[in-house]
């Protein structure tokens, strides 16, 4: 497994200032680091990218950052979808630029976006041309797709590992995969391990969170049954930590997170990625 963490246990916007960062994780044993991308995260791409390289960092990115919401490919209105392509064009550039594996998210929609009608016929046809093109654009630079079903209180668009599969198989590009995130998948699912038996031909990488979005252990994710399966179907990806740093100012407050579950980044990334590994290992047994 390649273990990472995400930039939001320790800063609330990436920038030049924050390579130090980059070191701390090469510290802790890990060989990934996310970082989320947007109109409003500015820096030198390729000296982080360099930085990153140099560590031995593979890095992923996502658009955690300011996202127009009239970007969005699986908008209604065709003029929205065609902005929305080109804004995550330019997000694919921002990761080819750093050297990043991947760019991941709910790409196919806008996060918070939750439309409560039934869906239009065409609602996943048009989202799926969308997704083709974006893949299209993103392999000839080396880029991965991954796509991230997201709880049914950000998204409408795909929640679940069917949702997700359905879409990239409309979608029809090899380079397209999924995220799976163990935090917003545990409103949607009954059962974990049939949740990653149904994505397995496409999982690229995963969000390992709590369902608190803490650090995992100790609360109801089946970490022994992830890591079972992970086992079984031969997956040797990403395992990220993803949360929110309450100690930078009201940062997670305006993400969302009103109790405090990381109020120190590098503890957090040391308890849980210890968690991670032992579960890892008792796995393999």
């Known amino acids: 497994m390649k273990y990472g963490v995400h930039s939001y ?5 990436w920038s030049d200032d924050q390579l130090h960062i980059l070191d701390l994780a090469k510290e802790l ?3 990934m680091f996310e970082l989320s991308v947007g109109d409003d995260v500015l820096f030198d791409r390729r000296r982080t990218g360099k930085h990153a390289a140099s560590l031995g960092l593979d890095l992923f990115i996502g658009p955690g950052g300011a996202w127009p919401p009239e970007c969005d490919i699986s908008s209604d209105e065709p003029w929205d979808r065609a902005r929305g392509l080109d804004w995550h064009r330019r997000q694919v550039d921002t990761a080819a630029e750093l ?12 996060p918070g976006v939750v439309k409560r009608r039934r869906p239009p016929a065409e609602e996943y046809s048009r989202t799926a041309e969308g997704l083709h093109a974006l893949a299209d654009y993103a392999a000839v630079r080396n880029v991965v797709i991954a796509l991230e079903p997201m709880s049914h209180f950000r998204t409408h668009m795909v929640n679940t590992p069917e949702q997700v599969m359905r879409l990239i198989g409309l979608a029809d590009h090899e380079n397209l995969r999924v995220l799976f995130d163990t935090y917003h998948i545990v409103t949607e699912i009954r059962s974990y391990e049939a949740a990653l038996r149904t994505i397995a031909p ?9 369902n608190d979005r ?13 890591f079972s399966v992970l086992r079984e179907i031969g997956f040797d990806g990403y395992i990220g930590l993803e949360s929110y740093n309450s100690s930078l100012d009201d940062f997670a407050i305006q ?6 579950v990381c109020s120190d ?16 290992a008792e796995a393999q047994r």
Do not use: Q
């Open 202 to 210: 496409r999982l690229y990488a995963l969000h390992a969170c709590e």
């Open 9 to 13: 246990l320790f800063t609330d916007r």
């Open 29 to 31: 044993g890990l060989s």
């Open 255 to 260: 993400r969302g997170m009103f109790h405090n």
């Open 265 to 280: 980044g590098r503890a957090f990334a040391e308890r849980g990625i210890a968690f991670l590994r032992r579960m890892e």
């Open 99 to 110: 050297g990043a594996v991947a760019y991941g998210g709910a790409l196919y929609g806008h």
């Open 214 to 226: 803490g650090a995992p252990g100790g609360g109801l994710v089946p970490w022994k049954t992830v």
